[in-house]
C-alpha cells in the first residue's frame, strides 16, 4: 500500500514563525503536491514538485515556498506565518503523468496561526 | 482552464437508500480524467473511483457508480445502499492533457450524512 505520511497532524504557532511541514512517501513517486483545503472553498494547490530540485508554482503560492532535497520528501514552508494561513494543509504524490493515476494523499495537519 | 462544479453542499439519505452526488466540469481537454475521493471527519482522502474521458462505460467499484455523461459534461457518483459509514465529505476532481495529467482540480464538495 502507498503510504504518505505528514510530520503533524495538528500544530499550532504564532504569527511571524516560520513554519515547516513535512511530507514524506514511501512509494518512489515523481510528482509531490501540497493543497490547502478551506470550508467551501475545497483543495487548492500551493505548489507541487514533479523531481527532486523542482517544483512549479500551483494556485495559491503567495507567502509559502517548498523544497524536495530527496525523492521522497516534500516540505512546505511558511516564512513567516499569518493567521489567514489558519487551514488544514494536505499533502499527496503520485506516479508519472497519466490520466489514470490517482493521488495518494496524506492524513493532513490541521494549522493554526494566533 | 479546468474546473468542476459540485453544487450540493450537503445531502441526506437514509441508511440502505442511494444517494447521486452531483458533478459538472467544464474543460477544453480533449483528454481528462474525473475522480471522486471521500474525506471521513478524520481528514484522510480516499480515492473512490476514476473515470477517463474516452472510456466507453461507466465505471463501478463495488457500492460506487460514476453516471458520466460527457456531452452534459456531468459526472455524478451513485452510491448505492448507504450506509453509516458512507457518512463525510466527498470531493469531485479532474486533470487534463493539458496540464500533463500532473494537476488535479477539485470541486468543493459535499457533505453527506447517513441516518439510520
Known amino acids: 500500500d502507498v503510504k504518505v505520511t505528514q510530520s503533524s497532524r495538528y500544530l499550532v504557532k504564532r504569527t511571524g514563525e516560520k513554519v515547516f511541514l513535512e511530507c514524506v512517501q514511501d512509494?518512489?513517486?515523481?510528482?509531490m503536491f501540497w493543497y490547502r483545503q478551506d470550508p467551501g472553498l475545497g483543495l487548492r494547490l500551493i505548489y507541487f514538485s514533479y523531481d527532486v530540485k523542482m517544483k512549479e508554482k500551483g494556485d495559491i503560492p503567495e507567502g509559502y515556498s517548498v523544497s524536495r532535497e530527496k525523492k521522497e520528501r516534500f516540505s512546505l514552508i511558511l516564512e513567516s506565518a499569518s493567521t489567514n494561513q489558519t487551514s488544514m494543509y494536505l499533502c499527496?504524490?503520485?506516479?508519472?503523468?497519466?490520466?489514470?493515476?490517482?493521488?495518494?494523499f496524506g492524513p493532513g495537519t490541521r494549522l493554526t496561526v494566533l | 482552464a479546468q474546473k468542476i462544479t459540485q453544487t450540493q453542499p450537503g445531502m441526506f439519505v437514509q441508511e440502505k437508500e442511494a444517494v447521486t452526488l452531483d458533478c459538472t466540469y467544464d474543460t477544453s481537454d480533449p483528454s481528462y480524467g474525473l475522480f471522486w475521493y471521500k474525506q471521513p471527519s478524520s481528514g484522510e482522502m480516499i480515492f473512490l473511483i476514476y473515470?477517463?474521458?474516452?472510456?466507453?462505460q461507466n465505471a463501478t467499484e463495488g457500492r460506487y457508480s460514476l453516471n458520466f455523461q460527457k456531452a452534459r459534461k456531468s459526472a455524478n457518483l451513485v452510491i448505492s445502499a448507504s450506509q453509516l459509514g458512507d457518512s463525510a465529505m466527498y470531493f469531485c476532481a479532474m486533470r487534463g492533457m493539458n496540464t500533463g495529467f500532473q494537476k488535479l482540480v477539485f470541486g468543493t464538495g459535499t457533505r453527506l450524512l447517513v441516518s439510520p
Open positions: 499527496a504524490s503520485s506516479p508519472p503523468d497519466r490520466s489514470t493515476d490517482t493521488q495518494y
Open positions: 512509494m518512489d513517486h515523481e510528482n
Open positions: 473515470q477517463g474521458s474516452y472510456d466507453q
